[in-house]
Nanobody, 126 residues
Framework: QVQLVESGGGLVQAGGSLRLSCAASGRTFATYTMGWFRQAPGKEREFVAAISWSTGIRYYADSVKGRFTISRDNAKNTVYLQMNSLKPEDTAIYYC???????????????????WGQGTQVTVSS
């Protein structure tokens, strides 16, 4: 069982930056593929970014590519999402997700993750 706790959300003006953090419990963090998803009001949850436990490859949604960066610190059991050049359409609740030894095949699918955090609100004003 893994518990995920997100932090770092808040209110920022368009063009600004935020860094989200997701702290995971447990001693096998390095074996988990980690992802970030977001859900805006009235919309379905969508993939934002992920980092593979096995290959270290980083995956991004087209809408955030070049602006967001996902990274992980296995020594701290933490995954980060650095968000730059934020836009009002980035406003959403951001969720951290984890799957142990996950295959990259399902890395962009919410159904491919077993554990979820409670979410952190990101609001970008215009």
């Amino acid at each position: 069982q893994v518990q995920l706790v997100e932090s770092g959300g808040g209110l920022v003006q368009a063009g600004g930056s935020l860094r989200l953090s997701c702290a995971a419990s447990g001693r096998t963090f390095a074996t988990y593929t980690m992802g970030w998803f977001r859900q805006a009001p009235g919309k379905e949850r969508e993939f934002v970014a992920a980092i593979s436990w096995s290959t270290g490859i980083r995956y991004y949604a087209d809408s955030v590519k070049g602006r967001f960066t996902i990274s992980r610190d296995n020594a701290k059991n933490t995954v980060y999402l650095q968000m730059n050049s934020l836009k009002p359409e980035d406003t959403a609740i951001y969720y951290c997700a984890a799957v142990r030894s996950g295959t990259d095949y399902y890395i962009r699918s919410a159904g491919g993750y077993d554990y979820w955090g409670q979410g952190t609100q990101v609001t970008v004003s215009s």
